[in-house]
């Protein structure tokens, strides 16, 4: 019986995926999809390919272009595998052309652990595949319980004040800290947008949304000012 991601993968329609895993989970369901899908040996197959990021740049994806337009070497098809924790707007920008047209025989996977800063762009031309094993369904529910984001949509005016304090505060001692958890924050929010359907508040959210990380990837945009922004444009009834 073929598991979860095989059966949302609507067989050969797709030849781009993105996996919201981690990155030898997903690594893995890719490898059965492709042994499944394509017939294709893995081992000591030079035509699948995995790439491993941290934070994925502009010039690692066009690395991944490269790799992607060459020809297979051994037989039809070529399967790129892409893992990484965070990946740059211009980075995502940068592979929606490939994304959106592989070259013949060539199929994709982006894999992330969350799909929080995926744009809206790259995700209309993929075909998202999801899992969660045991282990991964007690990582959500710690998260749950701590989840940032969740706690910023859920505070009164006041508590968003104070914690928007402290984030900034940490800025002042380590920077990257900072903008790291208000990234996860706003990440968190996009996320819930996603899951409750997108209405004319919800699209506007996404674009602020898509704004203000923007502009917290850049080093000299004060941390302070782009959350209290976020605060003002979160409709009330967004976890509803």
Known sequence: MKNWYFAHAQHLRYHAF????????????AQAWAREELGMKIENNPDVIMLRY?????????????LAASSPFAGEHKVVIITASRAYHEAQN??????????IGVYLFFVLPSLGGLLPTLRSRVQILKHETSSTKLQTKA????????????????????MIKKIAAHQEGDAVSAREEAIEIVNGIEAVAY??????????????IATLRGHLHD???P??????????VIPKNLLQ
């Open 18 to 29: 993105v996996i919201e895993a981690g990155a030898e989970e997903g690594i893995k369901a």
């Open 54 to 66: 941290g934070l994925l740049s502009v010039e690692d994806a066009r690395r991944v272009a490269e």
């Open 94 to 103: 940068a592979l929606l052309k490939l994304f959106e047209e592989p070259p």
């Open 143 to 162: 998260k749950r319980e701590i989840n940032p984001a969740e706690e910023f949509m859920k505070a009164s005016k006041e508590k968003r004040s104070a």
């Open 195 to 208: 899951q409750r359907g997108i209405g004319k508040a919800d699209a506007a959210l996404l674009s602020d």
């Open 219 to 221: 080093r000299s945009a």
């Open 223 to 232: 941390v302070k000012m782009i959350m209290e922004h976020l605060s003002l």
